[in-house]
């Protein structure tokens, strides 16, 4: 198998519905990603639930957890005044968020969001301090987390990635369900450092 599967955590903002929709009513403290079968790119490239199909196998060298926040306005506590809310989203996403990739019943690698660059994103300067822009580590495909050890996956063996919400002095879990702006937040197994490339078969 080639690519790069990716699947949604949530996807939202103050006009998204249908389709394009996942995890806007609220999203729990644990959710399993991978495990829906879905034809929407706008919320996964992988076609079917927990397993790949036929007899095919691949072969996972990097992790990758995609976040988009803006727009998303927070009311300070200390003054009641609104403020930017991307900034806070983006630091409680960091810290709050862990992922679990699971094979079988078995647990391959646990981490939060921190751990898992991006490996892209816009970089620049704004002049406006009310406008954030945030990424998910530096730009670049260097920069993503690649593992030791490639980590294989069978035919036919079901797999799946839990994303656990948990909550500290500030809730992640509480502000994302709350943003009322553009959230977007998807996991990513790379086959080969973010490139495409055959894998093994048996």
Excluded: C
Aim: charged share 20%; aromatic share 10%; no cysteine.
């Amino acid at each position: 198998m080639e690519g790069t599967p990716d699947d949604t955590l949530i996807r939202k903002s103050n006009n998204t519905t249908g389709g394009d929709l996942r995890g806007g009513d609220g999203v729990a403290n644990r959710v399993d990603l991978f495990t829906v079968s879905t034809s929407s790119l706008s919320l996964t490239n992988f076609g079917s639930a927990q397993t790949f199909p036929s007899d095919q196998t691949f072969v996972v060298l990097a992790y990758r957890v995609w976040l988009f926040f803006m727009s998303n306005l927070r009311d300070s506590s200390a003054n009641g005044v609104a403020q930017q809310g991307d900034f806070h989203l983006y630091q409680e996403a960091s810290a709050q968020l862990y992922w679990t990739h699971v094979i079988g019943d078995k647990t391959q690698f646990t981490g939060p969001t921190w751990y898992f660059p991006a490996g892209g994103g816009i970089d620049g300067f704004v002049a406006d301090t009310s406008i954030v822009k945030l990424n998910n580590g530096e730009e670049g495909q260097d920069h993503i987390l690649k593992l030791a050890k490639p980590i294989l996956l069978p035919p036919r063996q079901g797999f799946k990635v839990t994303a656990d919400l948990i909550d500290m002095n500030d809730s992640f879990r509480t502000d994302v369900n709350a943003a009322t702006g553009q959230v977007d937040i998807k996991f990513m197994l790379d086959s080969a450092n973010g490139a495409t490339v055959p894998t093994l078969s048996n």
